[in-house]
């Protein structure tokens, strides 16, 4: 009778030890999975991100409009309202949803060409190859670019603003204005958000070289601004005006 206890007792701790063991391969066999895992996760890590953040970007990326209207940047490295639109897209987690074309490298001359962009058009640029509306100039969020494009007349109607475009560039228009004028921050932004400020001078008349210049054009008696003045017809407007207006004014 105790040899049959001692065998029942034995057989009893064998199964103990075989459930022991399949447990314990278990857990190595689900860390091995974590580790693994963990490993796929840091080999895959966005620049700048953490591997749980990139792997929640993988997973838990939202859907982004700007990808649905495939749409193309086109910006140069010495725009500062490129650089300033790039952030705004860095900030909202959207630069990757986009295509940013640099409209000076000779490398992009093709899909330049398939664009019709040219070396005088403004920029940023955007264009939505799916809706083939374009808009350009600094826009302050992605919200702002996307009703933009959406609300835009088709790409090859971008000639009229093209248009407008070389005729601010001839007129060779200098925007005099105060940092303290909330007049003249309207009549600033409507010069970037039209893509006009690499055509158009802004002159703080504050500076040394604001009160210089107005000088030199026989503007000093002015007391308000802004002041939009053309150095090719040597007329001036006081006060903020639409682009056609001053267009208008100016000529």
């Not at 857990?27 to 953490?50: A, M, Q, Y």
């Not at 005088?120 to 100039?137: C, E, M, N, Q």
């Amino acid at each position: 009778m105790e040899a049959i206890a001692s065998d029942s007792m034995v057989g009893e701790n064998l199964k103990n030890i075989v459930f022991e063991n399949k447990i314990l391969f278990l857990i190595l066999g689900i860390s091995l999975i974590i580790i693994f895992i963990l490993i796929l996760w840091g080999t895959c890590t966005e620049k700048g991100k953490s591997s749980f953040g990139n792997i929640k970007s993988m997973f838990g990326k939202k859907k982004s409009p700007l990808r649905d209207l495939d749409v193309y940047m086109f910006m140069s490295p010495n725009c500062k309202y490129c650089h300033d639109m790039m952030d705004v897209l860095k900030k909202e987690d959207e630069i990757s949803s986009l295509k940013i074309i640099n409209k000076d490298d000779e490398k992009n001359k093709s899909i330049l060409q398939e664009f019709s962009v040219k070396d005088d058009s403004p920029v940023p640029l955007f264009i939505s190859k799916r809706l083939k509306t374009a808009t350009y100039g600094f826009k302050p969020s992605v919200k702002d670019l996307i009703v933009s494009l959406v609300k835009k007349e088709e790409v090859q109607s971008s000639d009229e603003e093209d248009s407008v475009h070389k005729t601010v560039k001839t007129l060779g228009i200098i925007l005099f204005s105060l940092e303290t004028c909330h007049i003249c921050t309207m009549s600033k932004e409507m010069c970037a958000n039209l893509g006009l400020n690499d055509v158009v001078e802004i002159v703080d008349v504050m500076t040394p070289k604001g009160k210089e210049m107005l000088a030199y054009y026989g503007l000093s008696h002015i007391a308000n601004f802004p002041l939009f003045y053309s150095r090719s017809s040597r007329k001036s407007v006081l006060g903020h005006r639409s682009i056609e207006e001053l267009i208008k004014e100016l000529s």
